[in-house]
């Protein structure tokens, strides 16, 4: 079955860069579909407040902001972002991720409250 791209700006942007690799594509919208739907199912079940921390993800040397795209996918849901964190990892303790050295070096931390 055919995924459907959830409605986010900065994840289309992410996707647009990555056009040359279809594999790479399809493999970040059934990422992107899911995670749409876990953050829904999430949104149904908790009355107050919602936090999430997440971190970047790296696909075909493209960093998508999940911080972001997080924040657009809540919206989405009807549920706005009411303050936001970055915490800068320190670079000593990650490990290259990959060959051009792309690494998690930042997670965001996000508040909603419905």
């Given at each position: 079955r055919k995924r459907v791209v959830?409605?986010?700006?900065t994840l289309l942007e992410a996707i647009g860069r990555?056009?040359?690799?279809p594999g790479s594509i399809t493999e970040a919208v059934n990422f992107y579909a899911d995670y749409f739907?876990?953050?829904k199912g999430?949104?149904?079940s908790v009355k107050q407040r919602i936090i999430i921390v997440i971190g970047q993800r790296v696909l075909r040397d493209t960093v998508f902001d999940n911080g972001r795209i997080t924040a657009e996918l809540m919206a989405e849901i009807g549920i706005p972002v009411e303050?936001?964190?970055v915490r800068r990892l320190?670079?000593?303790r990650l490990p290259k991720m990959r060959s051009f050295g792309a690494a998690i070096?930042?997670?965001t931390i996000l508040i909603f409250r419905k």
């Open positions: 959830p409605n986010s700006t990555i056009k040359d690799y739907e876990a953050l999430l949104a149904n303050e936001v964190f320190p670079s000593k070096n930042r997670e």
